[in-house]
C-alpha cells in the first residue's frame, strides 16, 4: 500500500521534504463564481454598494490571499510567487473570477490559485451582503495546471 505524502511513519503528520525535488516553472489558474439576484448585480454595475467597489477590493483580497496561502493551508509550502492575476468579471448572473499564480519552485501553486478565488468571492459576498445575503459562492475549481513532476493538467469539462 502506497504511504500518505502526508502522513509519517507512525501516521502523523507532516510537511512534505521538497528539498531534493527540482525548481521549475510552475503556474495554476483557478476559477469561481458568485452568483446573486439581478438588483444586487444593477447596485454593483452602478456602482451603488454600500461599501465601495467590490471587484477592485475582490482583486486585491486575492492577491493578498494568495501570497497568505502557507498561512491558511497548515501543510502548504511558503512559495516565492512571482505573479498573481485576479479577475473579477460581471456576467448575467453574477460575478465571475479567475486567478492565475506562478512560481519557479519546487512545488506547484494550484493552493495559492484556489485560495485566491476563494478569499476574492468570500469579499464580494461581504461588500454585497447589505443588499443580498442570498448570494451563493459556487464552482471554486483548478483549470489549468503546469510544471513539476505531476505534469500538466488543462480542465476538460
Given at each position: ?9 507512525q501516521g502523523r503528520i507532516r510537511m512534505v521534504d521538497t528539498g531534493n525535488k527540482q525548481i ?134
Amino acid at each position: 500500500m502506497k504511504q500518505f505524502s502526508h502522513l509519517d511513519d507512525q501516521g502523523r503528520i507532516r510537511m512534505v521534504d521538497t528539498g531534493n525535488k527540482q525548481i521549475s516553472s510552475r503556474r495554476a489558474v483557478a476559477s469561481g463564481r458568485v452568483l446573486m439576484n439581478s438588483e444586487t448585480l444593477n447596485a454593483l454595475r452602478e456602482r451603488r454598494t454600500p461599501k465601495g467597489d467590490p471587484l477592485e477590493t475582490a482583486r486585491l483580497a486575492g492577491i493578498m490571499a494568495a501570497k497568505r496561502t502557507a498561512d491558511l493551508i497548515p501543510l502548504c509550502h511558503p512559495l516565492p510567487l512571482t505573479n498573481i492575476d485576479v479577475q473579477a468579471t460581471v456576467e448575467a448572473d453574477g460575478i465571475a473570477l479567475s486567478a492565475e499564480v506562478s512560481t519557479n519552485a519546487q512545488t506547484g501553486v494550484e493552493m495559492e490559485a484556489l485560495t485566491a478565488v476563494s478569499v476574492a468571492a468570500l469579499t464580494i459576498y461581504d461588500m454585497c451582503k447589505a443588499l443580498d445575503k442570498s448570494m451563493t459562492i459556487s464552482e471554486i475549481r483548478l483549470e489549468v495546471k503546469t510544471g513539476g513532476k505531476s505534469g500538466d493538467y488543462q480542465r476538460t469539462t
